[in-house]
């Protein structure tokens, strides 16, 4: 079973910018998504990024409105490693953030789509920004 660990959280001023990690225990899979979630206090988690694979040279990203412009998700393949980079963070980013697998995924041409809601979760990594 896939393991995912988070990494690069931390205590920022607004303004400020962080890449998060999520490192993959293994990942011989052809097709799936990994994402990135976050969970503020007293607030419900929410998708913040998303990046499906589909074969060796097809790849797709997709954000949550509330974080385009200012979040990019880039995956390494050779390390395993999802990225998160954050810039000109604000106080409404402070949230647990997890990385998350699914491998329910299929495309319609150059378009992913998820099957299902089975993600695999790390334990997150948390972001703090003031004010």
């Known amino acids: 079973q896939v393991q995912l660990v988070e990494s690069g959280g931390g205590s920022v001023q607004a303004g400020g910018s962080l890449r998060l990690s999520c490192a993959s225990s293994g990942r011989p899979y052809n097709t799936y998504c990994m994402a990135w979630f976050r969970q503020a206090p007293g607030k419900e988690r929410e998708g913040v990024a998303e990046y499906f694979t589909g074969g060796s040279s097809t790849y797709y990203a997709n954000y949550a409105d509330s974080v385009k412009g200012r979040f990019t998700i880039s995956q390494d393949n050779a390390n395993n490693t999802l990225f998160l980079q954050i810039k000109n963070l604000n106080p409404e980013d402070t949230a647990m953030y997890c990385c998350?697998?699914?491998?329910?995924?299929?495309?319609?041409?150059?378009?992913?789509?998820?099957?299902?809601?089975?993600?695999?979760w790390g334990q997150g990594t948390e972001v703090s920004v003031s004010s």
């Open positions: 998350a697998l699914i491998l329910d995924v299929t495309w319609v041409g150059s378009s992913p789509y998820l099957l299902s809601r089975a993600w695999t």
